[in-house]
C-alpha cells in the first residue's frame, strides 16, 4: 500500500510539472498504458490472495481514476493558460495602415492592356485570335504577299535578316504580322475571322519608332465580304476603342502589294498642343492600313480568287497606345524603367471598359 501512495504521489507531481501535452501523453501511456507502471500491478492482482486483492484491487482502481482526472484537469489548465499566452501576441492593431494589396503593386505594361482592350473588341465581332512565328521565311513574309523581287522593304537596311543556313535560305525577324494572313489562309476553315497580334521588327529608332514594335493583323475571307464590311468593321473598332461614337474617321486610297484596292484609315485629331488629342481639331493621323486581299495572295494561302474574297488590315498596337493614353515617348515602352510603368501602367484585374 505504500508503494500505491508514493506512486500515486510521484505521478501527481509530475502531472502538476508537465509544462505541454507531449509530456502529459508520455506519463499516461507510463502509467495507464499497456506496459505502465499501474497496468504492471493490475496484472499482480492475478498472484495474490484473495485477502490482499480485496484491499489492493479498489486501490488500484483508485488509482488508475486518479491519474486520469489528474491528467485531464492538467490539460486543460494547459490550454486555458497557452490561449492566456497568445492572446496578447496575436492582437490585431486595426489602427495600422492597410498594406497595400500585391495587385496593386504590379503593373500591366500598357501594350498589353491596349492588345487585351484590342481583342475583346474583336471577339465581340466574332474575331478568333491566332498567334504566328517572329522568325519567318522570306517567302511568307515578302514573297507569298505579292512583293516583287526588287521591291525596297526587303533590303537590309529595313529588315533583320539571319546569316544563310546550310540550305543558303536567309530568315529574317518578321517585318509585319502580314505573313500570318497565308498561314491562316493555309490552316483555317472558311469562314475566316481572325486577328493576330504579335510583336515585328524593323531596322528604325526615334521618338515614335522602335527596332521591335507590335502590329495587330486582321483577316475575314468568305465568298461574298466586300469593302463595305471592311469599313464597318474598321469604323466598330475605332469608335469602341477610342470611346466616341462621333470619331471621325477618313478612307484614303493607298497602295500595299498584298491588297487591292488598298486603303489608310485616319482618325481626326488636333496637334496644336505639345499632347495629341483624338477626335477634335484639324489634323488627321494614320493608324491603320487595310485592302480587298490580292488574288495573287488568296492563291498564296490556297485560295481560288473566282470563289472567295476577303480583306484584311494592319494597324500599330504601339502607336494607338500613345494616342489613346497620352504618352509622347515611344522609347520609353522598352526601357523597363520601373516609375514609367508604375505611371502609366494598369492594374492586373482591370477589366478592359469599352
Ligand atoms: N503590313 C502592313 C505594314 O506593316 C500593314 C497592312 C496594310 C496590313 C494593309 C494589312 C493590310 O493586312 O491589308 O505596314
Redesign the pocket.
Known sequence: MDELKKLELETIASITAAEDEHTLESIRVATLGRKGSVSHLMKILGQITMKERQVIGPALNRLKSCISHAILDRKETLKRSSIKVRLPREVVDVTLPVRPDPFDRGHLHPVTQVTDEIISIFSDMDFAVLEGPEIETDYYNFTA?NFPHDHPAREMHDTFFFSEDENGERKLLR????PM?IRAMETKKIPIRVVIPGK?YRQDLDTTHSPMFH?L???VIEKNTNIAHLKWVLQEFCRSFFDGSELNMRFRP?F?P??EP???VDIQCDHSDSEVKVGEGGDWMEI????M?HPNVLCSGGLDPDIYQG??????IDRITMLKYGMPDLRSFFEGDQRWINHYGFKPLHIPIL
Open positions: 504577299l517585318t509585319h504580322t502580314s494572313l515585328t502590329q493583323e486582321g483577316l493607298s500595299f498584298f491588297t488598298s486603303l489608310e491603320i492600313g487595310c485592302g486581299v480583306f484584311a488590315w494592319g494597324l500599330g
